[in-house]
T-cell receptor, first 113, second 114 residues
Framework: DTGVSQDPRHKITKRGQNVTFRCDPI?????LYWYRQTLGQGPEFLTY????????KSRLLSDRFSAERPKGSFSTLEIQRTEQGDSAMYLC???????????FGEGSRLTVL | AQSVTQLGSHVSVSEGALVLLRCNYS??????LFWYVQYPNQGLQLLLK??????LVKGINGFEAEFKKSETSFHLTKPSAHMSDAAEYFC????????????FGTGTKLQVIP
């Protein structure tokens, strides 16, 4: 069991560019979550999947954000036309349906210049 | 909607002193409650969780928390602080029914003074 892995760990991009983050959950976990965390704040919920189904998406999430989990395994989070306000740590977590607790990856830090 | 409130964004204690980090929850159904710890530049690690089996929950690194329904609280304690406990701590809540997103508090940064 290698835990939740995220790639890339760091991404620097220019405003207006698109970026994509990948998350590989723990293999037997069927739930996958994306969160965003800015300095000094708690993780803010973005979206979550049960298998390949996206069950909930934050109302705060702009249309520039999209997430997929095509085969119920890894997931991608894409941000289109990045803005400086998108600079944050993007955290992925997975869980077993009945277990409750989330297992987090190390995060992908995005800096938009 | 479910939510948690953490009182005190920064807490300082002396090494060896009691650690008390406060969390109050708001949930319309019996909740699951969690405490996570985050060290600098790392992801979040589960300290302990409450799932209604017992009101006093013991976690890793000597931490424990008590679920008090009458006070809607789930405060985190440790009898004697270690320097290695310096980190940021997050309380989180998840509803036991319906869609099960986990909502986090704003965090409490714990400083341990030698």
């Amino acid at each position: 069991d290698t835990g939740v892995s995220q790639d890339p760990r760091h991404k620097i991009t220019k405003r207006g560019q698109n970026v994509t983050f990948r998350c590989d959950p723990i293999s037997e976990h069927n739930r996958l979550y994306w969160y965003r965390q800015t300095l000094g704040q708690g993780p803010e919920f973005l979206t979550y999947f049960q298998n390949e189904a996206q069950l909930e998406k934050s109302r705060l999430l702009s249309d520039r954000f999209s997430a997929e989990r095509p085969k119920g395994s890894f997931s991608t989070l894409e941000i289109q036309r990045t803005e400086q306000g998108d600079s944050a740590m993007y955290l992925c977590a997975s869980s077993i349906e009945s277990g409750g607790e989330l297992f987090f990856g190390e995060g992908s830090r995005l800096t938009v210049l | 909607a479910q939510s948690v409130t953490q009182l005190g964004s920064h807490v300082s204690v002396s090494e060896g002193a009691l650690v008390l980090l406060r969390c109050n929850y708001s949930s319309s159904v019996p909740p699951y409650l969690f405490w996570y710890v985050q060290y600098p530049n790392q992801g979040l690690q589960l300290l302990l969780k409450y799932t209604s089996a017992a009101t006093l929950v013991k976690g890793i690194n000597g931490f424990e928390a008590e679920f008090k329904k009458s006070e809607t609280s789930f405060h985190l304690t440790k009898p004697s602080a270690h320097m290695s406990d310096a980190a940021e701590y997050f309380c989180a809540v998840k509803n036991s029914g319906g869609y099960q997103k986990v909502t986090f508090g704003t965090g409490t940064k714990l400083q341990v003074i030698p």
